[in-house]
């Protein structure tokens, strides 16, 4: 086997680049106030000379293998394989990197452009609380002051999260404005990078945002695809015939898409939380219900009223509610390179079963969306191949595990006395104003 | 400055006068800013007709968002509340309509997306009809504004756009040759709301913009009393006063009029400080 493409590689530059100024055709740009142009400028300068900087690239791979544990290997899902009509499911196993999902990618690279700025603060917005964990990660290896902000609804729907981001030393602000989940976290985060940005990087958690947020982020993620890209080569002799991945934001299925983009044979199929169902109004699937708009920096499909006001969105899963989606999307969405496909609440809780049951993985409800989506492309994709031809390869990106969401499944399923989970009520001796103790 | 395209009584001299007029009486003029909606839309066009007969020279009408990223608390809380009344953007045209049949000089001030949302084009029209002069935007900026610039050539609408103390000078240099009427300085690097002193970034910010210009100026975020009006009115053409007119509807017409009263005081130069 060669050795594997590091995360480097991702940084090097592709023939699917936006404008100077981050437009992806109609897509992306720049949709903020001036105050914060200058700082967005600084950023995409910086990360213009640390993509071609042979020291910030070699310490960029240093921390991914060695820090974070890259490569992340690609599993055979065999048993999960049988109830996909004949395909072979292959899943890429960002759920293995140290903290737990993909989000560590983009991070680790954000926070060393922060030091390189000079800058000795960071602050993110997070949902499920992933982005929010690998950023107070990042900023405790780096020694950096770190800021979460993250909606008061997911600060209980993943409280384990909370805990975590405490334990290693961030601040976490629960934002009890709008819908208090993720897209109320990220205004308050651009709230306080407009009064901090003398000091202070915003590690924005997705590829979305004003340029050059959604081609930075994609850029650390593009190891994903980079890796599993050589290796199911390396193990199958040929290209995955789909590449699948759930899209909230975007990060871990442009981060798994991209370097397949020039793979005409290869589809690429994002599947979005359709909540509810998308017919319900109760959902967050802003390609397959949206309509085009601006909203946190970028153009891009937009789940929004009549007036051009943010809807509220529902997922069960925290990291995919949100009303945007990263600009490249709406790009490939619309050049038809990409597909977009709806899962519902409930069929992404049934992946969630499905998986640990058949191959002993707890997932992120956010990854059960591709798992669902891939579970039921197989008969498509075996029926278009022919029943006579090699099983098709569906390559899924599983972009991060479960553990946060044992108390939301465990809920779900009714698998535990609901008495005997966490309540609202804190344990004696916990602060009553603040429900905290002293770490 | 060019002439606009839509001839020689449009929103862009009408707003031209106001600094024109202030500048006559050596004074700064006054901008008071109030949501579209609340606390109702009724309410709304009261307390905003309050701050033009107690003494604002133009006001600036918000179009409730439901994600104001330069907001601080007390607007949040403001549109928030216009929002879940059901107020929409043809109610915000509405006011501005209602202001100007009776004189009152008023712009817009919204975030971008509403507009999008309703057609530049039909937002431009629609706007210059009701009678309005320009639009505030504080999250677009001319870089992504073309189509902007055009429908408000148009109609003869003012766009107006921010700087801020982090603008470089070829940013300055950019915005200020797209905008008409005026331009807006942003006094601090931060989000709305009122401040208990005028920031020293304000000064310079404003002495940065004016080798750039010959717009007037505007001055904007933190402003809360008279004393404070009257040290902005010391080196801006005009004082724009946002969160602490909010905070001041909160407890109605009076306290509103109360305020502009002391604040139009203030830029006279007749404020005592507190």
Known sequence: ??????????????????????????????????????AVDEVAAEYEKARRDPAFLAELDRLQRDYAGRPSPVTDARRLAEHAGGARILLKREDLNHTGSHKINNVLGQALLTKRMGKTRVIAETGAGQHGVATATAAALLGLDCVVY????????????VARMRLLGAEVVPVTTGSRTLKDALNEAYRDWVASVGHTHYILGTAAGPHPFPRMVRDFH??????????????????????????GGGSNAIGIFHPFLDDEGVRLVGFEAAGEGVESGRHAASITGGSPGALHGAMSYLLQDDDGQTLETHSISAGLDYPGVGPEHAYLADSGRATYEPVTDAEAMDAFRLLCRTEGIIPAIESAHAIAGAVRMGPRLVAEVGPDAEPPLILVNLSGRGDKDVDTAARWFGVVDP???????????????TGEREL | MTTSSAGTDTGITRLGEVFTAAKAEDRAALIGYLPAGYPTVKGSLGLLTQALDAGADLVEVGLPYSDPVLDGPVIQHAVDQALRHGVRIRDTLHVVEQLAARGGRAVVMTYWNPVLRYGVDAFARDLAAAGGLGVIT???????????????DREGLAPIFLVAPSSSDERIASTTAATRGFLYAASTMGVTGARDAVADTATTLVARARAHTDLPIGVGLGVRNGAQAGEVASFADGVIVGSALVSAAEHGRAAVARLTTELAAGVRGQHTGR
Not at chain 1, 13 to 36: N, Q, Y
């Open chain 1, 1 to 38: 086997m060669t050795s594997a493409p590091t995360a480097s590689q991702g940084l090097a530059g592709t023939a699917h680049e936006p404008d100077d100024s981050g437009h992806f055709g109609r897509w992306g740009g720049r949709f903020m106030p001036e105050a914060l142009i200058a």
């Open chain 1, 150 to 161: 993250m909606g008061e609804v997911d600060t209980e729907r993943q409280a384990l999260n």
């Open chain 1, 222 to 247: 593009r190891v994903i695809g980079l890796e599993a890209r050589e290796q199911v080569l390396a193990a199958y002799g040929r290209l995955p015939d789909a590449v699948v991945a759930c899209v």
């Open chain 1, 419 to 433: 008495e005997s989970l966490p309540t609202e009520e804190p344990p004696p001796g916990t602060d009553a104003q």
């Open chain 2, 138 to 152: 504080p999250d677009l900026v001319p870089d992504e504004a073309g189509g902007w610039l055009a429908a408000a």
